[in-house]
Structures are given as C-alpha cells and as structure tokens.
C-alpha cells in the first residue's frame, strides 16, 4: 500500500517534462514582469514522445484546474500552457497594483471587477471557452464586490478582458453546426493570456525562418552554428530563445537534431518540416499580391 501511494504521489512523466520546461523558460519569455512561464505543448512532446499521455495528461490536468490552456496561432491542436498558480499570481499582483493606484488615479471600478472576475472564472470554470452568460454569473457572485451603484453590463466586462489579454473571441461568425444553437457575436470567448500575442508571432516568424535557412542548404541539412546565425536577428526582435524555439519544432515533427560524434550539433528537415516551409512561403506570397 505504502509503495502504490508513493507512485501515485510521483509526478508522471508528462508532469515531470512539464516542471522542466517551466523552469527552463528564459526570464525574456517570462510575461506580465516576470510572473508567468508560458510553454507550447509541443514542447512538451519532444520529450515525451506519446502524444496521446501528452494530450491526455494536459486534459487531466487544464480540467482538474492545475494547468491553463490557450490556442496557439490559428491550429486548435497547438496550445500555449501556463501553470495556474502563475495565472494566480498575476491577478494578484494585478489586482495589487490596481488598488494601490486607487489613491492617485482615482478607482479604476471596471479594470477592479474585470480582475477579480477573471480569478473567479479561473477558480470555477474547467472549459475552454468563456461565455458572456458565464460572465453575467460571475458578476452576480457574492465574491466580486461592485464598487458603483449599477454594475457593468456582462459584454462590457469581456471586452475589458480581451483587452487585458486574458480572453479573446471565439468566432466571429453567428453560424452553429447541426443540432447546435447559434452563438452571436461577440457571445463566446476563448482563454487567452496578457502579453501573449508578441510571444506567439515571434514563435511563428521563428519556426518560419529555421525552416526557410533549413530548405536553402542541400537535402534541408544545416549545422546548428548555421541556424544560429541565420535566426540571431529574428531571434534578438522577437526576444526568443534559440532553445525554446527548436524544441516547439521538434516537437511538431518539423525537424529533427543529430550530433554527428566530433562535427557538431545538426538539424535536418523532416518530410513535415518540408510540406510546412512550402505552404508559409505560399501564404507569404498570396498576402504580398
């Protein structure tokens, strides 16, 4: 019994990739001053190799609470994570911050109430979307104390959210599938993360860019050293981690790394990597025409 109770208190392997990888963040990638480590699930499965442990775990684990979620660029499959004590501990400092200033800028009562009905939501809601009804709750709770006679209205609120980075919409559309109730504008949002939006474009220019240098060299072969001083300038814009981008990629199957015995670290294309680098450049040119 003692033994079975340890190895259930042992983290797994997916929970101990995780632990590294939030630790092994640049303090450039760290967001919101520092406070919030921000990983990609890719990253996540170039150390652990079963994608189906990776994505079960993270369900497991985003529904228990312990780990937030938000999609990455415009794939459902690739999501950022983030520690849910982190996402606490900005609110916190966040809410801190607004009730210092309280004194000197007079109440900001709609950036007081967004907050705390963001950490409200946090706590309660295990969902990958956010409804405006969700939100109109939320404001109704005995926890969100309203600092003016007449709250704000439920929309109002979400937009504030988007703003603050925590949420954005869903979808634009009124359309529904079958059996499904159309969802208006502006009705259903998506969790998101402050400041994320930078971090996410630098990924993507990034992974274009080794891609790019890969496709260039022959059979889509290059040395580290190549790759390194080919994305330095990207890499110094976008205020990424050669390391952090080259695991999100590995972990996409968009390419793989050898070391050679004395030659030196190399990165190659996979067949993957290649249909990849073909479909951006041709998105690239459509968006020139």
Not at 70 to 89: F, I, K, N, Y
């Amino acid at each position: 019994e003692e033994e079975a109770a340890l190895a259930a208190a042992m983290p797994s392997d997916v929970e101990a990739a995780l632990q590294v990888l939030f630790a092994d963040v640049p303090p450039g990638l760290r967001l919101c001053n520092g406070l919030l480590p921000l990983i990609t699930v890719a990253q996540v499965y170039a150390i652990v190799r079963d994608r189906t442990e990776v994505d079960h775990t993270v369900e497991e684990l985003r529904a228990s609470g312990k780990l937030r979620t938000a999609q990455l660029g415009p794939r459902r499959s690739e999501l950022l994570l983030a520690r849910a004590t982190d996402c606490d501990a900005v609110l916190g400092n966040t809410l801190s911050m607004q009730h210092h200033h309280i004194g000197a800028d007079g109440l900001d009562s709609l950036g007081i109430l967004s907050t705390q009905v963001v950490k409200l939501l946090m706590g309660h809601s295990t969902s990958a979307f956010i409804l405006t009804g969700d939100i109109a709750a939320a404001l109704n709770d005995s926890s969100v104390r309203h600092s003016t006679p007449t709250p704000p209205k439920a929309v109002d609120v979400a937009h504030h959210l988007a703003g603050l980075g925590w949420i954005r919409p869903s979808r634009a559309a009124t359309g529904a599938g079958p059996n499904e109730a159309p969802i208006a504008e502006g009705e259903e949002w998506m969790w998101s993360f402050p400041d994320s939006g930078s971090l996410v474009n630098g990924l993507l220019q990034a992974r274009h860019e080794v891609l790019c240098t890969l496709k260039r060299q022959r059979l889509g072969r290059a040395s580290l050293q190549l790759v390194q001083n080919s994305t330095k300038s990207i890499l110094r814009v976008t205020k990424l981690d050669l390391r952090y981008v080259l695991r999100d990629m590995e972990g996409l199957e968009l390419i793989v790394t050898e070391q050679p015995g004395l030659r030196g670290c190399s990165l190659y294309l996979t067949p993957q990597g290649q249909q990849e680098v073909v479909a951006t450049s041709s998105k690239g040119r459509k968006r020139q025409r």
